[in-house]
């Protein structure tokens, strides 16, 4: 089974900083199978990135996905207000899916 | 529209048994993989299993095997995880999500069904 390591596991910023949020595999994952989702407190998760790197529909330019193998990297590039939430990496490989543990990205 | 609807919050005993529900609409309700998400009080996400409601292949985290069952009848296209005898641990929010490919993430997800399991 793939393990997924999220950090770091909180991140305090202020609205407009830029947002690095980083996913580990335990072993390599293909690009096309790590998505990213936010939650907020009460609410699902909604998918932000699908394939590493591509934007879910509706989603903000401001999110950005990158990397490949075992790193992977969610990017805010300007906090907006609505963005401070919970974030969490998902891959799928060998028939199993696997969440990260999640950062919370809080106001500082 | 796309939508999951699932049932209403449920408060059991140790050692009930316990069926929660996700309805879709919207779409073509056998054409998706849907699948079943734990997030405990204040915890993570957790992928318990997927069902394709076409022909009802089902795949379960090791996690969860043997521990609850998904199933679906697609006649009234509703997807089901059930369990046998709950504990105390499986007080937990459950989600159903839509997948509709198994590079494209979950799209689509239901309102979250809480179940506390109390004595």
């Known amino acids: 089974e793939i393990v997924l390591t999220q950090s770091p596991g909180t991140l305090s910023l202020s609205p407009g900083e830029r947002a690095t949020l980083s996913c580990r595999a335990s072993q390599s994952v293909s690009s096309s199978y790590l998505a990213w989702y936010q939650q907020k407190p009460g609410q699902a998760p909604r998918l932000l990135i699908y394939?590493?790197?591509s934007r879910a529909t509706g989603i903000p330019d401001r999110f950005s996905g990158s990397g490949s193998g075992t790193d992977f990297t969610l990017t805010i590039s300007r906090l907006e207000p609505e963005d401070f939430a919970v974030y969490y990496c998902q891959q799928y490989g060998s028939s199993q899916f696997t969440f990260g543990p999640g950062t919370k990205v809080d106001i500082k | 529209e796309v939508q999951l609807v699932q049932s209403g919050a449920e408060v059991k005993k140790p050692g009930e048994s316990l069926k929660i529900s996700c309805k879709g609409s919207g779409y073509s309700f056998t054409s998706y993989w849907i699948g079943w998400v734990r997030q405990m009080p204040g915890k993570g996400l957790e992928w318990m299993g997927i069902?394709?409601?076409?022909?009802?292949?089902?795949r379960y985290s090791p996690s969860f095997q043997g521990q609850v069952t998904i199933s679906a009848d697609k006649s009234i296209s509703t997807a089901y995880l059930q369990w046998s005898s709950l504990k105390a641990s499986d007080t937990a929010m459950y989600y159903c999500?839509?997948?509709?490919?198994?590079?494209?993430?979950?799209?689509?997800w239901g309102q979250g069904t809480l179940v506390t399991v109390s004595s």
């Open positions: 069902i394709y409601p076409g022909d009802s292949d089902t």
């Open positions: 394939g590493a790197s």
């Open positions: 999500a839509r997948l509709d490919d198994f590079w494209s993430g979950f799209i689509y």
